[in-house]
């Protein structure tokens, strides 16, 4: 698999996401239906935005890991939150998250009305390999 990194400006480097990824000679694609913060027995969290997004991104890594993929391949990354501004004050843990396994993803973010029961962040990837 390659991958090749759009960028005709600079600004998105700060934000942790670039604007295009062409992937050519793929044996594999993983489409991951959203995760977020479930407990291994279908709880939904109640806890706040910060608890929510680690949980996501953790139970993100658990499908991932378990397909056979590896997160440093996701291309495409979908956050949907029920507060942009809530989890703007927790993007550095996203941000860690990306640099951590080294991941180039297009990205899109929608605040949206609300999420399943009491969730407020759900993060929705596609991977390939």
């Known amino acids: 698999m390659e991958k090749r990194i759009i960028n005709p400006w600079q600004w998105q480097d700060a934000r942790s996401y670039v604007q295009a990824v062409e992937v050519t000679q793929v044996t594999g694609t993983l489409y ?73 993803q297009a990205l899109t973010m929608l605040e949206v009305n609300g999420l399943f029961e009491t969730l407020k962040v759900e993060l929705e990837a596609t991977v390939v390999k």
Not at 67 to 75: E, F, L, R, S
Not at 91 to 97: E, I, K
């Open 32 to 104: 991951c239906s959203g995760q977020a913060a479930i407990d291994p027995d279908g709880r939904s969290s109640d806890a706040d935005m910060k608890t929510q997004l680690i949980q996501a991104m953790q139970n993100l890594e658990q499908v991932i890991s378990a397909a056979g993929y590896a997160c440093k391949n996701i291309v495409r990354l979908n956050l949907y939150t029920t507060s942009s501004a809530e989890l703007f004050t927790h993007f550095d843990l996203l941000g860690n998250w990306v640099a951590k396994h080294g991941i180039q």
